[in-house]
């Protein structure tokens, strides 16, 4: 997510300070359930007042539409849950989702309590690729459709999920609500697609799921026959990439390994491109950011290094982050290329972008438009953020005499320097020359500066596309681009900038966003979801034969109506 910054945070606020009892001690028992680690009473008592004082320091308006009393009323509701007993971490982690979840901010939220680096805690779920589609052109209402099901052929596709284990979708959206927060319907229903995936999730969501390998599903297929089935659980079928282009699709994707971005051409005379950005951090230059600060994880790094190399990846810092694929050449080697072959379209596709850094965002636009992009872009938005105390400690003193913060206070530099239509440092040539290498290097030569951009530039989004993948959505959309698909989970004008945490005695993780992000000034309403001008409605994607990459096919049928030859 743009301008990550992890931190640690120790602070109590004086009220809950006056009701702990000296900490507890972690002590694990012999308790049912996947996570047994046993917490006291107090232990449990000082986590939830750790957690509160963090949000409470880091959010711009962690109040939400209830007001600071409000946020309170809920905190002493959590409070007054748990039990004198103690209770597992698990369930801990439970009962802190829904007091996060009424922020309505979709990047401030609980880690999951397993990862996909440790699967053994966690088991498949339902084996289903979801499809989230607005209900039709005139009311964006999200639905949830099948897309693919492990075991089955096409007989279930284009199928409206409508129950699982028993329980209505729209009772499984209201349990998810509490659970996550979210920022609009299409983030939602999204936050639940997700949850769905996973073992811990259904047993969290859908308590009257008897735990086994099989998990019930209703459908109304796209015959309007209702359909029950008995789903043994699994991994989703992977319908995206090129080896599975079989399947009910005339257009293939580029093959990306982690995500780094790659392109191609989709006609023999190369008049069409296909950008694919999976996510907007697998490429050298986010890691050249942490070498050249000196500080930073390059762990992400490492594992690239292997997925890319397949070797042991060496212990050197400069050498590790210098091997990995560089989004500077893959996307000066992409306006090369499109400038000679006179390309008329490019197609930029973020569906599966759910965000890393907004470095990406400068590149593009230094690419396809240049400076003027930067201005145009950089120009017209502007962020409010919380102060800490670890960026006071980071800044030099000519800043601080300036700006004289205190911890927890509020900079509104950003939205008066909007006003004056003057670029945040994110538009500063300087910062990029300071902070990578490669783009560094490539603004310095200065050759490639708004080398291409085809008349035609669409932007395919998904209710999965978020934080940087949004940004990416965003800055080609004020450039004048199309957008395709489906509508983001993510409002227009959005908290991000996100900073962790680790509570002392459960060691959960937290993150909590540091800035207001106004994209979009212009919409008073605050923008709660970006509008796509062509939307994947059901009859579109029937229209498809239910291709999976019907947004893609949607986008060049679009194009050839405006005009242009399609072979």
């Avoid at 502007?382 to 900079?411: K, M, Q």
Wanted: avoid cysteine.
């Amino acid at each position: 997510m743009p301008g990550e910054h992890p931190g640690p945070f120790h602070a109590l606020s004086l009220l809950l300070l006056l009701i702990l009892a000296p900490s507890g001690e972690v002590v694990g028992q012999a308790n049912p359930g996947r996570d047994s680690t046993w917490l006291h009473h107090d232990s449990l008592v000082a986590d939830l007042g750790e957690l509160a004082d963090f949000v409470e320091q880091t959010h711009p308006d962690p109040y939400g539409v209830d007001g600071k009393l409000g946020f309170h009323r809920r905190l002493h509701r959590t409070l007054r849950s748990i039990p004198e007993s103690g209770m597992s971490r698990e369930a801990f982690h439970g009962l802190l989702e829904p007091f996060l979840a009424q922020i309505g901010d979709g990047h401030t939220k609980l880690q999951s309590l397993v990862t996909t680096q440790d699967p053994e805690n966690d088991g498949p779920g339902l084996p289903i690729d979801f499809q989230i589609l607005a209900e039709n052109a005139q009311r964006p209402v999200p639905k949830l459709f099948v897309r693919g099901v492990t075991g089955f052929g096409d007989e279930l596709v284009g199928a409206e999920v409508l129950a699982v284990a028993g329980v209505n979708l729209s009772v499984l959206l209201e349990r998810e609500r509490q659970r996550e927060s979210y920022e609009n319907d299409f983030g939602n229903l999204q936050n639940l697609v997700w949850r769905l995936g996973r073992e811990q999730g259904l047993r969290n969501l859908i308590p009257e799921w008897s735990v086994g390998d099989s998990i019930s599903v209703e459908l109304r297929l796209p015959g309007g026959e209702r359909r029950g089935l008995l789903l043994r659980r699994g991994t989703a079928p992977k319908t995206w990439d090129e080896a599975f282009a079989g399947v009910r699709t005339s257009v293939s994707l580029p093959l990306t390994r982690v995500g780094e971005p790659v392109y191609r051409f989709l006609d023999p005379e190369r008049t069409k491109a296909l950008l694919r950005l999976d996510n907007t951090w697998a490429y050298r230059e986010t890691f050249e950011v942490l070498v050249k600060r000196g500080r930073g994880n390059l762990n992400w790094a490492r594992s690239f290094y292997r997925t890319y190399h397949g070797t042991t990846p060496p212990a050197d810092t400069t050498r590790l982050v210098e091997a990995l694929p560089a989004a500077t050449d893959v996307l000066r080697s992409l306006v090369e290329e499109m400038r000679i072959a006179d390309t008329q379209t490019l197609i930029v596709d973020l569906r599966r972008n759910s965000g890393g850094t907004s470095a990406i965002v400068n590149m593009l636009l230094y690419y396809l438009y240049g400076r003027e992009g930067w201005r145009q872009f950089f120009g017209h938005f502007y962020t409010i953020r919380r102060v800490t105390s670890n960026e006071l400690e980071e800044r030099d003193s000519a800043t601080v005499s300036r700006f004289p913060f205190r911890a927890g206070d509020y900079d509104f530099s950003g939205e008066f320097r909007a006003a004056e239509r003057t670029p945040s440092e994110a538009g500063d040539e300087s910062y990029w020359k300071a902070t990578t290498i490669s783009f560094g290097e490539e603004l310095e030569r200065n050759t490639y500066e708004g080398y291409y951009a085809p008349p035609h530039v669409i932007a395919l989004v998904s209710p999965g596309t978020f934080s940087g993948g949004f940004w990416v959505a965003a800055a080609l959309r004020r450039m004048g681009a199309r957008l395709v698909g489906v509508s983001s989970g993510q409002a227009g004008n959005a908290f991000a900038n996100v900073r962790y945490t680790t509570l002392s005695r459960s060691h959960l993780r937290v993150g909590v966003s540091s800035r207001l992000f106004v994209l979009f000034p212009e919409e008073r309403a605050g923008m709660n979801v970006l509008p796509v001008d062509l939307a994947l409605t059901f009859d579109r994607w029937r229209a498809t034969g239910f291709a999976p990459n019907a947004e893609l096919l949607m986008a060049l049928d679009s194009v050839a109506a405006a005009g242009e030859v399609r072979e």
